[in-house]
């Protein structure tokens, strides 16, 4: 056992298919040191294919006032940039509650993507969509999405459906998966740093947070002449005053490095 109040290693050997284990050595107590290993250690294993990421959090909705992933989602950037942590974020925003919008950006998301990867300016985009769980103590990584629309109450816009299917092509309640390894990030994860702190769920619920996973997960098997280069991830996260906002910020900057190194 490690002492997780002062170095952490994450060996991803099994996430990364053949590159080096302990790829991230994090110094909790030395922000410049964790900042040259990470960057120097980053930058040999990744041999170039960085991912570029998209995030997406959620305003206030039915019952939730102030959304921890509204602050999220407006502050990684922010926050990758100041610790210089090696992640290229491209774009981040804030959804409202509402399966008319989230239709919308999800659509934006993707014209984007596929411009960026058909023009050769990027190797891999990333999505990772924020929700948060007011009853949650820790992050759930969602491993799928149900094409089940059952709200438990209207949508910002009013919208109030139960037992629809999100998209009419496919069967009620077909389920979609992300490429990501969920099992093996959880494990990763919850290694050291943020011990227990993270599971691994096949739940995200039927309110507006699985609308979106489903929307996207679909959007990505569309584009089928690139979808090997495109990872999308859902992560539910606690309020803040389970875990507050700096320790959110570090884990979903660790979450992203990751997921950088770790293939679809």
């Given at each position: 056992h490690i002492d997780k109040g002062n170095w952490y290693w994450y060996n991803v050997q099994s996430l990364a298919q053949g590159r080096a284990g302990d790829l991230l050595s994090i110094a909790d107590g030395s922000q410049q040191r964790r900042k040259n290993n990470m960057a120097e250690k980053m930058a040999?294993?990744?041999?170039?294919?960085?991912?570029?990421?998209?995030?997406?959090?959620f305003g206030p909705f039915a019952g939730v006032s102030d959304n921890?992933?509204?602050?999220?989602?407006?502050k990684l950037a922010n926050y990758v940039k100041q610790n210089e942590i090696p992640i290229t974020i491209k774009h981040s925003c804030v959804l409202k509650v509402a399966a008319k919008v989230v239709r919308e950006e999800i659509d934006r998301i993707y014209s984007s993507i596929e411009n960026m990867i058909s023009e050769h300016k990027v190797n891999r985009a990333v999505i990772l969509h924020l929700g948060v769980n007011c009853g949650g103590t820790r992050f759930?990584?969602?491993?799928?999405?149900?094409?089940?629309?059952?709200?438990?109450?209207a949508d910002e816009l009013g919208f109030h459906p139960q037992d629809v299917r999100i998209i009419p092509d496919y069967p009620f309640e077909e389920k979609f998966e992300t490429s990501l390894p969920v099992s093996n990030l959880c494990k990763t994860l919850n290694k050291n740093k943020w011990y227990e702190q993270v599971c691994h769920s096949v739940d995200p619920g039927r309110f507006v947070c699985n609308y979106l996973y489903f929307h996207s997960l679909n959007a990505r098997r569309n584009i089928q002449?690139?979808?090997s280069k495109i990872s999308v991830l859902f992560v539910h996260c606690p309020p803040f005053n389970i875990v507050s906002e700096d320790k959110q910020l570090q884990f979903f900057a660790d979450l992203l490095q990751l997921i950088n190194v770790t293939k679809s």
């Open positions: 040999a294993e990744n041999d170039g294919q960085d991912a570029m990421f998209y995030i997406t959090g921890p992933t509204k602050v999220l989602s407006e759930q990584i969602e491993q799928c999405a149900y094409n089940d629309a059952s709200f438990r109450v002449h690139i979808n």
